[in-house]
């Protein structure tokens, strides 16, 4: 692999991928748009999937030699992991009744967490910016609870570890009707057992999240 001193590495899941996005209008594909007309081009790689965890995006940074090497060679990386952590957490307490799995899905996360950070960290020295998790259900108690359980050890690791944290929790509260694909009511009931959830940004919510990202990389 040449060395690409402008590589921008996006790390995380279906959010990263861009699903619910026009094609070429996911969050990491604008934002490599928004840094090329900043300066020098810029080229977009991704360590994501959807469906993806932070146990698996912590295996990626350990016994991928292809996301080693891009995270080598990266200019700017961007984490964004944990939802599918809470949601297969949500979902697995919901039918089996222990309320326990979700105390150790955010404990799992925040290990998981800190070892990613660990990986990158012995691999570059690359500017890396941590994104947390808004709520697509914010009429939710319990969702609101734990999302902020989770973001809460976002924040935790970030300020651990020096890095900057891009607040999508704040930056969607109250605009979640115009930028999550599928919006209803806000509620945890909207979700279906079978079929698409309504958790993924539109078009308008990847623009927004682009626009945070590119404004704080360009900032540091």
């Known amino acids: 692999m040449r060395h690409s001193p402008s590589l921008y590495l996006a790390i995380g899941d279906s959010i990263t991928v861009g699903v619910a996005a026009s094609p070429g209008r996911g969050y990491a594909k604008l934002v490599t748009g928004t840094l090329a007309r900043a300066g020098p081009a810029w080229t977009l ?3 994501a999937r959807k469906g993806a965890t932070s146990k698996e995006a912590l295996f990626w940074t350990v016994f991928s030699p292809r996301v080693r090497l891009l995270i080598r060679y990266a200019r700017v990386i961007t984490l964004l992991i944990g939802g599918n952590d809470l949601l297969y957490a949500y ?3 919901r039918f089996t009744r222990r309320p326990l799995i979700l105390s150790s899905a955010v ?10 950070l660990y990986q990158i960290r012995h691999h570059s020295p690359a500017p890396v910016f941590l994104l947390n998790q808004y709520n697509p259900f914010p009429r939710s108690t319990f969702a609101t609870a734990w999302v902020d ?4 050890q976002t924040a935790d690791t970030a300020d651990r570890w ?5 607040n999508l929790h704040e930056l969607f509260t109250g605009r979640e009707t115009g930028w999550i694909d599928g919006y209803r009511n806000g509620s945890l009931s909207d979700i279906p057992l079978i079929g698409p959830k309504p958790i993924h940004p539109n078009n308008a919510g990847h623009q927004a999240i682009a626009d945070a990202v590119a404004a704080t990389v360009l900032h540091e």
Do not use: K, V
């Open 149 to 152: 359980a989770f973001n809460s």
């Open 45 to 47: 790689s991704r360590a």
């Open 107 to 116: 404990a799992a996360y925040r290990r998981n967490l800190h070892l990613i």
């Open 162 to 166: 020096g890095i900057p944290l891009i």
């Open 91 to 93: 979902l697995a307490s």
